[in-house]
């Protein structure tokens, strides 16, 4: 049965399409387009916590009414209670307040994102949108990088576009999207024409991401992608057929894209790769930031400032690449702890609402948006896609649907 779409949902994928193709993703711009989202929802998302305070008092909660998880509700404002008291004493007062301010919009888009989103028909609107933005922007990344040869873009800035220092970070767009197109096939399979299409955009996803040279995305990915298939619930046929095709699949675009890199312009960027040993300095310039200012840290978006001061002789970043400790950083040891346990309580109640009692449909997709959860957060320990406003965002939005 057709569902006709709300004005939320409307602006909701209106922010959607516009977001990930600004040329430069740092620019402040971004950041507005997210405040002025998240004022929009504002009302809804302040409607729906009353009427979850006032459900638990009188013991009448019902789903459909009050926000699914209460207890991640409960640590996202723990933490935003402690990214505001590191706000005060930040070394960077305009910067932090901009940052706050972005984690109030993603408070308030995943308390608002399962009541915009609330039947698997809308849920499947938005995977739809999503996979159509990703589609476009592997388009005109792999126009630039194969037909255009722009190895890199520096002076640009980061973008989802073009390589930057090495790679694309459109990945950290493809392992929310691959997951989803892999359940649009699914649903699809019994109509010829939609098996073919979808296929195609699945392959053409997954080539994608190996052209973006973002090896740690891809290794995310693929690692829980094994894991998940291993563990679904098939029957032991289906299931090894499944994770055949699904390895074959990978193996071949692998071959594919090696063979296609030999007839490419070498990358001028790769000098720029940056590998572990520099992750791990970078950790290292954190851990002794916070050793210094232990409780309320430096202040949010901060360790530009740090890094670029240092006398470690790092490469100069503007991010830790990696999340948490750019928190530790940041907020000192609560906001390292409150963001490990506002992640960790995200993911465990995706994981819970995935082996609840559901219709196969409707379990499936739960299981492929919280593989691809899972998959950021593991690729977040060793890149800075987060610290993009359009990616937490759409984390946050995705996040909310479970």
Known sequence: MYISMSFYEIITFITLINLPFFPQQ?????????????????????????????????????????????????IFLIFLTVSFISTIFSTNLQTSYVQLLLFFSYFVIYVTSGSVFNTLQKKERLAGVLIFVTVVLSTISLYNTLILHYSSKLSRGVSFMWIYFGHNHLSALLIFAIPLCLFVLKTNWDKLGYRIIFSLIFIFLLYSLILTSAQASLISLSIMSYLFFLGYSYRSRQKINF????????????VWSILSRQGMVQL????????????????????????????????????????????LGLAKTFYVHNFFFQMLSDTGIFGFVMSIMLIISALWEGGKRVFEQLE???RFFFLMLWLSLLSS??????????????????????????
């Not at 405040?35 to 009448?60: C, I």
């Not at 232990?294 to 890094?307: E, V």
Request: hydrophobic share 55%.
């Open 243 to 254: 994770i055949f095709v699904f390895w074959i699949l990978v193996v071949a675009i692998v």
């Open 377 to 402: 957060a593991l690729n977040a320990l060793v890149d800075f896609d987060w610290q993009l406003p359009t990616v937490f965002f759409i984390f946050w939005l995705l996040t909310g649907l479970i």
């Open 26 to 74: 740092d620019s402040i711009w971004v950041r507005y387009i997210v405040f002025a989202y998240a004022v929009y929802l504002l009302p809804l998302a302040l409607r729906r916590l009353v009427t979850a305070s006032g459900a638990k008092q009188s013991h009448e909660i019902a789903s459909s009414q009050a926000p699914r998880n209460d207890r991640i509700i409960k």
């Open 268 to 311: 001028e960027s790769a000098i720029y790769d940056l590998n572990i040993s520099a992750r791990l300095m970078y950790i290292k310039s954190a851990v002794e930031s916070a050793r210094l200012v232990p409780f309320a840290g430096t202040g949010l978006d901060t360790y530009k400032l740090i890094n670029f001061n240092s006398g």
């Open 360 to 362: 196969a449909n409707e």
